[in-house]
């Protein structure tokens, strides 16, 4: 069974602490993606890459950094963590004629 | 600026009735739609799709329909099931920027 995996399901960070999410597919996909997901605003691109080494700004990257140093996986990383980003983050997957693979999603708070 | 639109933060609907939940688009060069559907602690998982150039599909008890001079999707489930429960997000795809982008979501509650 082909999957998405986020390695932390809940996570409780303090303000000014540097956090990263990590994200594993075992589907060989080239493209990897993290969204934030808020109630009343649906899920909102950070950022995403199109290969190892790649990454590009998505639609709110500001406080947010990625790493993609292997294919398979993908890290988004806080550098400072605040109480505005306390969300659930969703890690994704694709390819091309592959639609979206989502992880189950971390839920992070910044205390 | 929100280029895909769900208006309606929740619908409540009776087991077997039909359930519509509605979503607007801005931007005329997305080539796909697809509906997500959410269960709590769970990541989205696809449901059904429709490519651009048509004006319907239909895959079991879900049925996406598109008007793209409205530049509008609706999807219906009928008959709706307890088991629909769930958050369901709209979202579009551009081959262009290979970009998934997604609506607020709507929570759909069937009563028994």
């Known amino acids: 069974d082909v999957k998405v995996t986020q390695s932390s399901r809940y996570l409780v960070k303090r303000t000014g602490e540097k956090v990263f999410l990590e994200c594993v597919q075992d589907?060989?996909?080239?493209?990897m993606f993290w969204y934030r997901q808020d109630p009343g605003l649906g899920l909102r691109l950070i950022y995403f890459?199109?290969?190892?080494?790649?990454?590009e700004k998505g639609d709110i990257p500001e406080g947010y950094s990625v790493s993609r140093e292997k294919k398979e996986r993908f890290s988004l990383i806080l550098e400072s963590a605040s109480t505005n980003q306390t969300s659930m983050y969703l890690c994704?997957?694709?390819?091309?004629?592959?639609?979206?693979?989502f992880g189950s999603g971390t839920r992070l708070t910044v205390v | 600026d929100q280029q895909v639109k769900q208006n309606s933060p929740s619908l409540s609907v009776q087991e077997g009735r039909i359930s519509i939940l509605n979503c607007d688009y801005t931007?005329?060069?997305?080539?796909?739609f697809l509906w997500y559907k959410k269960y709590p602690a769970e990541g989205p998982t696809f449901l059904i799709s429709?490519?651009?150039?048509?004006d319907k599909n239909e895959d079991g008890r879900f049925t996406v329909f598109l008007n793209k001079s409205a530049k509008h999707l609706s999807l219906h489930i009928v008959p709706s099931q307890p088991g629909d429960s769930a958050v369901y997000f709209c979202?579009?795809?551009?081959?262009?920027?290979?970009?998934?982008?997604f609506g607020q979501g709507t929570t759909l509650q069937v009563k028994p």
């Open positions: 979202a579009a795809y551009s081959g262009n920027t290979g970009k998934l982008i």
């Open positions: 589907m060989d996909h080239e493209n």
């Open positions: 890459s199109y290969d190892v080494k790649m990454k």
């Open positions: 931007n005329s060069m997305f080539d796909y």
């Open positions: 994704a997957s694709s390819s091309v004629g592959s639609g979206y693979t």
């Open positions: 429709i490519s651009s150039i048509k």
